[in-house]
Nanobody, 123 residues
């Protein structure tokens, strides 16, 4: 399985970006797709998950501002990010697990990772 992110860039505080994650050869019905981010000097943080049925889970840090969606026919995951803040600046990674999302936002439950896309929010 290959995951390819796109859509990162630079935006001013309060702005919006939409990230995409294209997954190849991922036809399982039991899976968890997730977004993680890592800022310089900080640990990788998981903040959003979605399963095959569209059930989502968000960390408090992004709840109400970020929205996950997926197009199962295209094997593509989307992350709409609104009301961006400077503290959202990080490298953003798409990840996938062969297990369901019941384990929560944990990097050690992910089996596949994308290469990352940079998001920079300036104040």
């Amino acid at each position: 399985v290959q995951l390819v992110e796109s859509g990162g860039g630079s935006v001013q505080s309060g702005g919006s970006l939409r990230l995409s994650c294209a997954a190849s050869e991922f036809t399982r019905r039991t899976y968890c797709l997730a977004w993680f981010r890592q800022a310089p000097g900080k640990e990788r943080e998981g903040f959003a998950t979605i399963d095959y049925y569209g059930t989502t889970n968000y960390a408090d840090s992004v709840k109400g501002r970020f929205t996950l969606s997926q197009d199962n026919a295209k094997n593509t995951l989307y992350l709409q990010m609104n009301s961006l803040k400077s503290e959202d600046t990080a490298m953003y990674y798409c990840a996938a697990s062969r297990w369901d999302c019941s384990g929560g936002l944990r990097a050690d439950r992910m089996h596949y990772w994308g290469q990352g896309t940079q998001v920079t929010v300036s104040s």
